[in-house]
């Protein structure tokens, strides 16, 4: 399945330490390869430091160029939630990135933040 995800809360500890290295180790074992990772929070940082911050977490053999196609698929929005002009700009980034990345709009919205950021 072609997909684009939304990580709402990437630089958070579910994310470091649970869903980058599922989606690391899906990479390895080559059950995903059409996809990207749009990573939503509102700390200052680079795609580097929040996948970085993973590797502590990788259970399998650490294998550099599946490192590198995960970087990749990464890409970062700096925004705060709470902010509803953010998901006006939000979209574009999506279309931006699905393009680049030739993915049809599938999207799934994974919200790895605090319950009263949302209804």
Sequence with gaps: MK????????TGDLSKKKIIPSL???????????FAVIGIARREMTINEILDASKPYIKKVFKKEVWHQLEQKFSYYRSDVENPEMFVKLREVVHQVEKSHNLPGNRLFY?????????
């Design 3 to 10: 997909a684009t995800i939304l990580l709402f809360g990437v």
């Design 24 to 34: 690391y180790h899906l990479l390895l074992d080559k059950k995903i390869k059409d």
């Design 111 to 119: 919200l790895a933040t605090f319950p009263e950021h949302f209804d």
